[in-house]
């Protein structure tokens, strides 16, 4: 560990998962550091109570209660912990080998939006403790969409690796729509959007009265667990979580949720800058990327470096996600609030993306996002600058407890550190 801690949480971290239940109930007082509240400021030489998991005081020149154990976080950033509010975290493990793939079905497979993430999370996933070292605290994992417009329903898990990790199942449904709608649809938009109002209109049918639809004729194309997944969507309970980047497209959009009056959330957005001021007037808020400017695709020619900046401008919420890899590095969306903000948008708005607007996102701002009385103690102690690439948390807690950052990439680095041992075949030199 560094020279951040006082001794006794030292011995306590270094005892790694055992200890850490026995440390929730434990007060922790990390003092002096600079602490970005992000709902109320930055509070330089800040100080933050931690109580049986929950943040109890957070101020300045506070005092640490009797018994606390006492962090000396002086010289040093602390924030909330982050949220990827788009992964397949749980869900992939190696995306090519199709066993260790959950993250969609096969070609064929009938079922989409009646999938759920919670049935297929694997908390021991590797690719949880590479996120959490990296000061990623929460995240979405969400499921992709097969043959049909819906991938299923996403679930908001905590990065503990712990059996109960998973804080809200059944949190928003997925759907790809633009040229990844129409690919399933007929290879034209006008059937992804057709489609997409079928089934809005076929699960509205089915809430008004279940026994009567399950009763009377209906498409075999569409499968009734898909109707009922729906559900919760068209009652607004749900968020529809939409990935979709062109212009014409997220107008389309725009006129589904006045229509149908839904909750909507857009993954992607690349052209988002060019109706910025329209996403706005309908409350979307947009997940979007930082480092996107190449168009891979007819639907992202007015891809820019400056979106997330110019959507901020506007007044749009906007949060990030990792493009490329969405499981091992979706930890690399605080490097895409860098780049954004190299491209204009304000330190602290990319530091919100990075927690409190995902937490609004998702509909769980009374619970995370933030560091203020009352909400949950996921907080990250950093050895410098979050959106610098070079800086590392120096300290992980979630839930209040202290988190092991050791992972396998470290262990592979260690492992292979000094290639000088000659006594052993050459993949076990290094290693014990």
């Not at 002086?74 to 909330?80: A, E, L, R, Y």
């Not at 975290?89 to 199709?98: A, K, M, P, T």
């Not at 057709?194 to 809430?207: F, G, K, N, T």
């Not at 009374?366 to 948390?393: F, H, K, M, N, Y």
Request: cysteine-free; glycine content about 10%.
């Amino acid at each position: 560990m560094n020279g951040v801690f006082m001794k006794t949480l030292t011995g306590l971290i270094a005892a790694g998962s055992v200890l850490a239940t026995a440390a929730s109930a434990q007060t922790i007082a990390i003092m002096d550091g600079t602490v970005h509240t992000v709902s109320g400021g930055v509070i330089e030489n800040g100080d933050v109570i931690i109580r049986d998991g929950r943040i109890a005081q957070v101020g300045a020149d506070l005092s640490a209660p009797s018994g606390a154990t006492v962090i000396d976080a002086s010289g040093k950033i602390v924030t909330p912990g982050l949220i990827a509010p788009y992964t397949n975290i749980g869900l992939v493990e190696i995306g090519l080998d199709n066993e260790a793939n959950d993250s969609s079905p096969q070609e064929g497979f009938p079922l989409g939006a009646a999938l759920n993430a919670v049935d297929a999370f694997n908390p021991d996933s590797t690719v949880i403790p590479v996120n959490r070292a990296s000061g990623v605290t929460r995240a979405l994992s969400a499921p992709n969409s097969g043959d049909t417009l819906f991938g299923g329903k996403a679930a908001l898990v905590d990065l503990s690796g712990a059996p109960g990790s998973v804080m809200r199942a059944d949190l928003a449904q997925t759907a790809a729509m633009g040229y990844g709608g129409a690919s399933r649809t007929g290879d034209t938009r006008m059937g992804a959007w057709a489609v997409m109002r079928e089934y809005l209109d076929e699960a509205r049918s089915y809430q008004a009265n279940p026994n009567d639809y399950v009763r009377r004729p209906r498409s075999d194309r569409m499968m009734l667990s898909d109707i009922k997944a729906l559900v919760p969507v068209v009652s607004g309970e749900q968020p529809l979580l939409v990935a979709i980047d062109g212009a014409a497209d997220i107008r389309t959009l725009i006129r589904l949720k006045n229509t149908y009056r839904l909750r909507v959330i857009i993954l992607g957005a690349l052209e988002g800058w060019r109706v910025a001021d329209e996403l706005a007037a309908a409350n979307i808020p947009v997940i979007v990327s930082g480092t996107a400017n190449l168009p891979d695709q007819f639907e992202e020619l007015s891809a820019t470096l400056q979106n997330a900046a110019r959507l901020h401008e506007a007044g749009v919420q906007i949060a990030f996600y990792e493009t490329n890899d969405t499981t091992h590095n979706a930890r690399l969306i605080r490097q895409h609030a860098g780049n954004a903000v190299a491209e204009g948008l304000p330190y602290d708005a990319a530091i919100a993306a990075l927690t409190l607007n995902a937490a609004r996102m998702l509909g769980v701002a009374d619970q995370l996002g933030s560091l203020q009385p009352g909400r949950v103690a996921d907080v990250v102690i950093w050895d410098g600058d979050p959106l610098e690439v070079t800086t590392v948390p120096e300290a992980v807690f979630i839930d209040g407890r202290p988190q092991d950052l050791n992972n396998r990439q470290r262990m592979l680095m260690e492992r292979y550190r000094d290639l000088d041992r000659g006594d052993l075949p050459h993949a076990y030199r290094g290693g014990e």
